[in-house]
T-cell receptor, first 118, second 117 residues
Framework: DGGITQSPKYLFRKEGQNVTLSCEQN?????MYWYRQDPGQGLRLIYY???????QKGDIAEGYSVSREKKESFPLTVTSAQKNPTAFYLC?????????????????FGEGSRLTVL | AQSVAQPEDQVNVAEGNPLTVKCTYS??????LFWYVQYPNRGLQFLLK??????LVKGSYGFEAEFNKSQTSFHLKKPSALVSDSALYFC???????????????FGTGTRLLVSP
């Protein structure tokens, strides 16, 4: 079955450590996204990528880094510079439809990774 | 900038009763609107979307949404609620990405729906 796989599902980190969250998709989608979810704040966009070796900062990119070396993979690193990293992280992908086309805009989500800083 | 607002943090409804979860939007240009549902500790699942055409959009699990241009609203509805509908619901709007043409979704803060037996 096609889909998005995020790992690990739960992760604990000590302050000052970097951690990397994995996101893999086999949907052959061009665009991939990382969102952060906090209670009462909805989803906020961290980084997004529309093509291999290209990515753009979202609304809350500080303290995070990404890479897009393969179409299927878009890992997110939470660095020690992120001041409040405890959150639920969601990876998503979108088939890059034509602007205005009927398939444009539907995001497919992974199951999420919950990061807790101890 | 494109945005959506979900004015209710929580909606309570009894099983079998109709439910409405509210969403209003602010966009430049034509709105592309979406509803997603999230169960505890899970990712978001797509319910339905409005791109163009009929103002009443039908989606998964018996949900539908009514697009109202004059009121800039896109409320989610279901004629008869189930206990299993209890979840967190997100409204979203497409941001077409300006000069880059690279679209992304902007989400509301979410509304928790509680359906009591």
């Amino acid at each position: 079955d096609g889909g998005i796989t995020q790992s690990p599902k739960y992760l604990f980190r000590k302050e000052g450590q970097n951690v990397t969250l994995s996101c893999e998709q086999n949907l052959n989608h061009d665009a991939m996204y990382w969102y952060r979810q906090d209670p009462g704040q909805g989803l906020r966009l961290i980084y997004y990528s529309q093509i291999v070796n290209d990515f753009q900062k979202g609304d809350i990119a500080e303290g995070y880094s990404v890479s897009r070396e393969k179409k299927e993979s878009f890992p997110l690193t939470v660095t020690s510079a992120q001041k409040n990293p405890t959150a639920f992280y969601l990876c998503a992908s979108m088939k890059r439809g034509l602007a205005g086309g009927p398939i444009a805009g539907e995001l497919f989500f992974g199951e999420g990774s919950r990061l807790t800083v101890l | 900038a494109q945005s959506v607002a979900q004015p209710e943090d929580q909606v309570n409804v009894a099983e079998g009763n109709p439910l409405t979860v509210k969403c209003t939007y602010s966009v430049s240009g034509n709105p592309y609107l979406f509803w997603y549902v999230q169960y505890p500790n899970r990712g978001l699942q797509f319910l339905l979307k409005y791109i163009t055409g009929d103002n009443l959009v039908k989606g998964s699990y018996g949900f539908e949404a009514e697009f109202n241009k004059s009121q800039t609203s896109f409320h989610l509805k279901k004629p008869s609620a189930l206990v299993s509908d209890s979840a967190l619901y997100f409204c979203a709007v497409r941001d077409p990405g300006g000069n880059t043409g690279f679209q992304k979704l902007v989400f509301g803060t979410g509304t928790r729906l509680l359906v009591s037996p």
